[in-house]
């Protein structure tokens, strides 16, 4: 049953958070959806878009979490889950499974994403090489 007495009603509108540096990855923008501090950090939503064209992609990772799903709303990005490629296109939802090893090496300049993850303070995990990584499409 969903504790009542921990969350709080949430209601975010476009012109309430904008999108910022600062987050996970210096070539991606963040924009808080207010889900953790409703939450008490049990969740986080936020959505991501590309900022800079993919060069060096986020490396070898693993999460420490318990959830985790990507629902691509703009554009498309390749990802690697453990060694195979995978193509995630404006419409496609995501879940990674706990402590699977990805990378996103390939983004779109139009890439936006809805992530969320439980809980909210989930830690990321550098991880060693699973396969060789394709090389990322230059932007125009």
């Not at 923008?29 to 959505?47: F, Q, S």
């Not at 993850?117 to 090489?129: G, I, L, Q, R, Y």
């Amino acid at each position: 049953m969903l504790d009542r007495t921990t969350t709080k009603f949430s209601h975010v509108k476009p012109a309430d958070t904008a999108f910022k540096t600062g987050g996970l990855r210096d070539f991606f923008l963040y924009r808080d959806l207010g889900v953790a501090e409703a939450t008490n950090g049990k969740v986080i939503a936020h959505l991501v878009k590309a900022n800079l064209a993919p060069e060096v992609g986020t490396g070898w990772h693993r999460h420490e979490a318990d959830f985790q799903i990507v629902i691509m709303t703009k554009g498309w990005a390749r990802f690697m889950y453990e060694d195979k490629v995978t193509l995630v296109e404006a419409g496609d939802v995501v879940h990674q499974r706990p402590g699977i090893r990805h990378f996103l090496f390939d983004y779109s300049p139009d890439m936006e994403y809805l992530e969320i993850v439980s809980p909210a303070d989930f830690k990321t995990v550098e991880v060693e090489p699973v396969c060789e990584i394709p090389a990322p499409t230059p932007w125009k």
